[in-house]
């Protein structure tokens, strides 16, 4: 005797979490009955005794799938969830489903990080399961958020988190991590080198944030389309002066002793910092320099670590000593007079001096 | 032209894509009714339209506007091609044609589609005007409610119960029909769907006008099903209880009392002598009294049976009874109606005087064309043949009523079987419609209208009624307690042919009662239960030639006593195997298909304290003298004895335990009492001159001969009982569970089964078809589990024969929580006591007001069972047998306190309510309390779904509701060519099911409504072709769109310290707004 049809509604819609999460994670409804059975579902009270094994678990999660397959519809625009009639479900659950749904899996992200959000990326998603262990279900579903929030946004106003949690209702730290998402996605910085993997998504997130907020058009105008998704091109067209710090050997020299009064006796590596300095301050003045063109802006993060991070990590500097070193390099620049772009230098140097901070570590 | 229909389009959101070019669609609406067509501008690429139409008007006959839907279309513009239809809304109008339901239908109904399912929703809003025109000859019965509920609705009152309405209406089928085959499938299902929307609206008016001829005002128990006959035509039926009721206010609370009631009540006081005969037993209860004749119609009468612990009447004998019941004068007037039958299934206190048992009655008839519509005398014909066989069967019981009364039918090609049952009852004539009683019963109701509102408010029961005029509400039983009436045998012990056993009662100890009692009614308020009660299922499969015509029905009828009795056997052992002895809301279902035929019977077992302890079963071997098989048998004993051990242990039976209980309490000489009851439970010799025949105790003896019986007790001990934590039952309510949390599921959950074509025999059906009901019972639990300690409540099974070899089998219930801790210590606290008590001890009292939080009372004061037990053993002085024996009596103290402290906020807090509600009543603010509180904004687009409970039960756990809305009553058709696409046969009917209690809800919100009462889905007829790749289903809901309000909330109302502790009765008993 087999069943043809067998189906659960209730007024209230129910969604078991375990499932729900057994579904987004991408497992077929077998697999997920014996994932179920190896976590001693029917152990719990309610299965009953002599529950047929694995015949009610089969049927209820074939039920939960079911729902959760009618429900995906409506998690793809969720402002349409708290407006539909079909499902009853409480607003806490609401919300809980929907940022399960938009949550991912950061080793995936990490790999998409920067890549184009296109069908070939997409036909690819099997290599990045075989390589993460998230199953490919899991991966285009990740890979479809991540395009579906990239298509909502890309053409709006006003602030991008803003505008995410708007469309999505997500939380305020997911919607920030869709923002760097996105925002990876347009700039398409390069992530996959060898010499990046050590950084974590959460490294590129928080780099991402501070580009955001202080390299984008937003950062200038807050209304404007795009702002927080394309860099300020003017900005990156004025971050050419800055040569002068490099290209000038006075100014060079000046800002190299004054850098060296203010730290000495102050860290553990001078004297490589003093060996090291004209290396370090060309290096970070080039990739300012270099920004106007699209394959440099996109090496960004590539070069930061060669030029900047690679070196301090050789010598071993302390992240203490770099966060002091590039505070006093960056302030130094102030006291030199021939040098009269100190505004647009904060900026890049803030902003350099944040994500190199972030990336500085094993 | 008495009414005025305004209709106004304000806008639509979520609209599919309609237009594949520009991923738009220019939608425009058309709203019909009747013959008139109004239309909306096509609003130009959107798929959130904002039409804000104007008002639409059409003006109509009210008659019309009964029958008629109004039907609303959205539409896509199509410039160069026909429009495209994306979807359609039918609005019932009537629940606006009642002065105290609705007064606007307001808001965003799903746009439905038979092909897609919904696509969007639209905005709408109707309102009625009605001129009155009473002087006209009517056609029409615009005011007469109608409510599904199967009691008299909370807050209202019922003044006078009528009785039994009935009417059909048949018509062809637009399925069937020759233009069927050139239009769409789309085309024909809305055809359908209007059609019977069309038709239900003509027979509730037509049900509605019979009502007005008998002068009610509302028909509760309105219960309305389709016959798809097929070839031969669509018939839409329904029953019901005309009654007129009263809505509750707070005015009629405080009516002074201005009659001496009791001397009112003495003047007729109930005759009921035990002088009419009766032959009944269970032993035999097949009777084939009536065998089959021929008529024009084919029509095989199946000869029926009477579910009783005593068994079975029969058409051709009760010319004794017959007459002695004549004879009766006060009953004359039941009798003189054509059926005295109530679709009711719970009652006020009172009105059953003595319940019979079951009866019902099955008829087998060949379906031909019903040639005339407007004719429909052939069906009318079955059914009055039917109703009769039910009086009489009802008669031969010595019953002049039938209660608890319902219909159905199974249809197999032109095969159709009819069945009828109910419970054969006595009943107080004093509730009944008759010239004489009318002014004595109205003058009974000013004087203490609370009396009604038990039936009305449930647990809110005020508790003199009983204690103070029992006696004359009784009639001439006047020591017998209100708690164990009921269960006295309404037949002559000394005239029954068959050996049965009678004892006296357990409770009174003064009337026979017999040992087992089956009912088709909800246990009655007053009914005093040890324990728990529990879902009980007799499941049954039967091969059956295929035939044709006539050869096929005389196989049918020839096959149905053998089912009827099989399944009573095992409802019978199932019953004794959880040591039980009564059976509520017992609902048997055969269905037939093309091979083999379906019985399935569900009722809830409970533990009467008045009939005698169930003996156990025994097992008999035939095969003497063999060593192995003696020991399997007494092997198969002891495993039946453990379970009912287990089952007892399980469902907390322990009668023998009430003696000690019994000291201190009113009733005179209780040591001697205990003495009595603990011999009869213990040696029967001192005490022969009251136990005439049960003081063996005699075990029900099953006989093991074959192979068959030695199946039929296997299956007896594969019943799993539910898991811990939960508890099951298909009545309203659960006995024994009285603190329900107000957390609610209800469900649907449908199963098809295909069985295996290989070799079907009656044991492999019975095992295949058992084991769908037990793993569909434990699904149900596993995916409660959450809601753990729960109880389903009115669990309704149906089963159905779609196809050879396939089993459909549909559950509708709802969960409900309950507080597990509090259900341990059921605090039974008899009423008088606690007044006393609080009456003197001020002190105490205001020690605990803080209590009131925590207190289990405080938290469900409504809840059902409790009070009135309460009320039970106030006046028996039998304290309730529930009572935990170990209640200390600070605790005690606390109680009674705590509990009179509610008695009087409660008072308060109603009297508040009633007050606002008076105001919310005239009419110039027209939604206030729906919209006020339930939806603040509903307009806005960013405003979220209103939530709308759903619930198979008359009431809401926790909450009060304070209006009825009106009755919805839905029929919906889906198909799909495209089902594996779909996600499958499964898939399909599970977003079917999801959007049509998705439409119910919308339409309930659009009323103003937060709840479904009393919810039912009466069909759902499902149809698969996986090679086409296609399917269909037909779903008809029904239920009562209420307004309701948590407790908590009402509570939230300022208390005013006040008089009312000094009348906690009547403010406690008429409560209702």
């Known amino acids: 005797m087999t069943n043809d049809l067998d189906i659960f509604v209730g007024n209230t819609t129910l969604i078991d979490e375990e499932v729900y999460q057994l579904w987004l994670d991408g497992y077929s409804v077998s697999e997920a009955v014996s994932q179920r059975l190896r976590a001693g579902a029917l152990e719990q009270p309610g299965a009953g005794p002599g529950a047929g094994p694995g015949a009610v678990l089969h049927s209820d999660t074939l039920d939960h799938y079911r729902t959760c397959h009618m429900l995906e519809r409506l998690l793809h625009a969720p402002p349409k969830l708290a407006h539909q009639l079909l499902f009853q479900i409480p607003p806490e659950r609401q919300a809980g489903l929907i940022q399960r749904y938009y949550a991912f899996d950061e080793p995936f992200v990490r790999e998409l990080l920067g890549k184009k959000l296109s069908k070939g990326t997409k036909k690819d998603l099997d290599d990045v399961s075989a390589k993460t262990g998230i199953t490919l279900k899991s991966c285009r579903r990740q890979f479809d958020n991540f395009k579906r929030v990239f298509k909502a946004v890309e053409e709006l106003r006003g602030p991008l988190v803003d505008n995410i949690q708007q469309h999505f209702l997500l939380p305020d730290r997911l919607a920030r991590d869709y923002a760097a998402i996105v925002f990876f996605a347009n700039s398409r910085f390069e992530t996959g080198k060898k010499k990046l993997q050590y950084l974590s998504f959460r490294d590129f997130a928080a780099c991402a944030q501070h580009l955001i907020q202080h390299w984008t058009l937003g950062a200038v105008d807050s209304h404007v389309d795009d702002m927080d998704v394309d860099l300020d091109k003017e900005f990156l067209q004025e971050l050419k002066e800055l040569k002068v710090l490099v290209a000038d050997k006075d100014l060079l020299d000046q800002h190299k002793s004054l850098v060296c009064t203010a730290l000495r006796g102050k860290i553990s590596v001078y004297n490589e910092m003093e060996t090291n300095f004209k290396n370090l301050s060309r290096g970070l003045v080039n990739i300012a320099c270099k920004l106007t063109h699209a394959k440099d802006l996109r090496d960004f993060f590539v070069d930061l670590v060669e030029k900047f991070i690679e070196p301090c990590k050789a010598d071993r500097w302390p992240p203490s000593d770099m966060r002091l070193f590039l505070t006093q390099y960056t302030g130094s620049a102030h006291a030199l007079d021939a040098f009269r772009h100190q505004a647009l230098w904060d900026r890049y140097m803030n902003t350099v001096t944040a994500c190199l901070l972030q990336m500085y570590h094993d | ?1073």
Not at chain 2, 101 to 119: K, L, Q
């Open chain 2, 1 to 1073: 032209m008495p009414g005025k229909l305004k209709v106004k389009i304000v806008a639509g959101r979520h609209l599919p894509v309609m237009d594949r070019a520009s991923d738009l669609t220019d939608a425009f609406v058309e709203v019909k009714f009747g013959n008139t067509t109004f239309k909306t501008d096509v609003y130009p690429k959107s798929l959130n339209p904002q039409w804000n139409s104007e008002w639409f008007k059409f003006e109509v006959d009210d008659e019309e506007l009964q029958d008629e839907p109004l039907q609303i279309t959205v539409l896509d513009h199509d410039t160069y091609s026909a429009n495209d239809a994306i979807g359609k809304v039918y609005i019932d109008i009537d629940p606006l044609l009642y002065s105290e339901a609705a007064t606007v239908i307001s808001g965003w109904f799903p746009i439905y589609d038979t092909i897609h399912g919904i696509r969007g929703e639209i905005n709408v809003v109707v309102k009625v005007d009605l001129f009155n025109d009473l002087n006209r000859f009517r056609q029409s019965s615009c005011g007469v409610k109608f409510f599904c509920t199967t009691s008299i609705p909370k807050c209202y009152r019922a003044v006078v119960i009528h009785g039994f309405v009935e009417e059909l209406v048949v018509n062809e089928d637009p399925e069937y029909q020759w233009i069927d085959r050139i239009r769409t499938p789309r085309a024909s299902n809305e055809a359908r769907q209007r059609l019977i929307s069309l038709m239900s609206g003509e027979l509730q008016r037509k049900i509605g006008l019979k009502v007005l001829e008998m002068r009610g005002n509302a028909v509760v128990g309105y219960l309305q099903c389709f016959d798809l006959e097929g070839e031969s035509g669509l018939v839409v039926r329904a029953i019901g209880t005309a009654c007129t009721l009263d809505k509750l206010s707070s005015t009629s609370a405080f009516l002074p009392a201005c009659n001496s009631p009791s001397k009112e009540m003495k003047e007729s006081p109930l005759v009921h002598p035990p002088s009419h005969g009766c032959r009944s037993t269970h032993n035999s209860p097949i009777h084939t009294a009536t065998g089959s004749r021929l008529t024009q119609n084919f029509s095989v009468s199946v000869p029926t049976l009477i579910y009783t612990g005593m068994g079975s009447g029969s058409a051709g004998k009760e010319g004794g009874p017959f007459k002695a019941l004549l004879r009766q004068q006060t009953q004359s007037a039941l009798e003189q109606r054509e059926f005295p039958f109530f679709t009711l299934t719970s009652f006020p206190p009172g009105f059953l005087v003595h319940v019979g048992g079951v009866v019902s009655a099955r008829s087998v008839k060949l379906l031909d064309r019903i040639h005339n519509p407007d004719e429909p005398e052939t069906r009318d014909a079955w059914w009055a043949e039917i109703r009769q066989e039910i009086k009489s069967h009802a008669k031969a019981l010595g019953c002049h009523a039938v209660v608890g009364y319902s219909e159905s039918t199974s249809i197999c090609e032109e095969v159709c079987i009819l069945s009828a049952s109910g419970t054969a009852a006595v009943l107080n004539p004093r509730f009944l419609q008759d010239g004489t009683m009318e002014g004595c019963l109205d003058q009974r109701l000013s004087w203490q209208p609370g009396f009604f509102s038990i039936g009305s408010e449930k647990g809110e029961v005020d508790f003199f009624p009983q204690s103070q005029d029992s006696s004359s509400l009784l009639g001439i039983e006047e020591t017998s307690p209100a708690g164990c009436g009921f269960c006295h045998i309404p037949y002559d012990e000394l005239n029954m042919p068959f050996p049965a056993h009678l004892t006296y009662c357990y409770n009174c100890r003064k009337q026979k009662v017999p040992d087992v009692l089956f009912t088709t009614i909800d246990l009655p308020v007053e009914a005093m239960v040890i324990g728990k009660g529990c879902l009980i299922q007799a499941r049954l499969c039967r091969l059956k030639k295929k035939a044709q015509a006539e050869a096929n029905a005389t196989v049918i009828s020839n096959l149905l006593p053998f089912m009827e009795y099989e399944v009573h056997t095992q409802l019978m052992n199932k019953l004794k195997l959880r040591g039980m002895n009564a059976l509520f809301g017992l609902r048997i279902q055969i269905s037939v298909g093309e091979n083999m035929l379906v019985g399935l019977a569900s009722a809830t077992g409970v533990y009467l304290t008045a009939l005698p302890t169930p003996g156990g079963i025994q097992i008999a071997g035939k095969t003497p003298n063999d060593g192995t098989y003696e020991q399997h048998i007494s092997h198969m004993q002891k495993k039946i004895n453990d379970t009912i051990a287990k089952n007892k242990e399980i469902y907390e039976i322990n009668p023998p335990e009430i003696p000690e209980e019994i000291i201190g309490s009113p009733i005179p000489e209780p040591r001697q009492r205990s003495k009595l009851l603990r011999s009869q439970s213990e040696s029967s010799d001192e005490v022969t001159e009251l136990d005439l025949s049960h003081g063996k105790k005699d075990a029900f003896v099953l006989e093991i001969d074959d192979t068959d019986a030695m199946e039929d007790v296997h299956s007896l001990l594969t019943d799993a009982p539910p898991p811990p934590g939960f508890y099951s039952c298909n009545t309203e309510i659960m006995p024994g569970i009285n603190n329900w949390t107000p957390e609610i599921q209800m469900f649907t959950s449908v199963r098809v089964s295909r069985l295996s074509n290989i070799t079907l025999t009656n044991q492999m059906l019975n095992k295949n078809f058992n084991d769908l009901c037990e793993n569909l019972l434990k699904s149900l639990y596993f995916k409660l589990r959450s809601m753990i300690p729960c109880c389903l409540c009115h669990v309704n099974f149906t089963v159905a024969l779609p196809e050879d070899e396939l089993i459909q089998v549909a559950v509708t219930a709802v969960a409900i929580t309950f507080d597990k801790n509090q259900a341990l210590q059921t605090s039974k606290v008899p009423a008088e006591k606690s007044l006393q008590r609080a009456s003197t001890d001020n002190e105490e009292q205001l020690q605990f007001p803080l209590e009131l939080c925590s207190d289990p009372l405080a938290s469900q004061p409504f809840s059902p069972a409790k009070e009135v037990l309460e009320s039970a053993s106030s006046h028996t002085g039998i304290p309730a047998a529930q009572r935990a024996t170990s209640i200390d009596y600070s605790s005690f103290a606390d109680r009674c306190n705590s509990w009179i402290e509610l008695i009087k906020l409660k008072a308060q807090t109603i009297r508040r309510g009633s007050i606002k509600t008076i105001a919310s009543l005239d009419k110039a603010s027209p939604l206030a309390e729906g919209h006020a509180r339930h939806r603040s904004v509903p307009c806005s687009t960013n405003s979220t779904v209103t939530v709308v409970k759903m619930t198979p039960l008359s009431f809401i756990p926790g909450a009060k509701i304070t209006k009825y809305l009106g009755i919805i009553n839905m029929f919906f058709i889906r198909e799909t060519t495209s089902l594996r696409e779909e996600g499958g046969v499964s898939g399909f009917l599970h977003a079917f099911i999801a959007e049509v209690f998705a439409m119910v809800r919308a339409h309930v919100a659009a009323l103003g409504g937060n709840a479904v009462v009393s919810y039912i889905m009466k069909q759902c007829v499902f149809m698969e072709n996986p090679n086409k790749n296609q399917a269909q289903c037909l779903v008809n809901v029904s239920g009562d769109a209420v307004i309701f309000v948590r407790e908590s909330e009402l509570e939230m109302v300022p208390v005013q310290s006040s008089t009312v502790i000094s009348q906690p009765t009547s403010a406690g008993g008429d409560v209702t707004t």
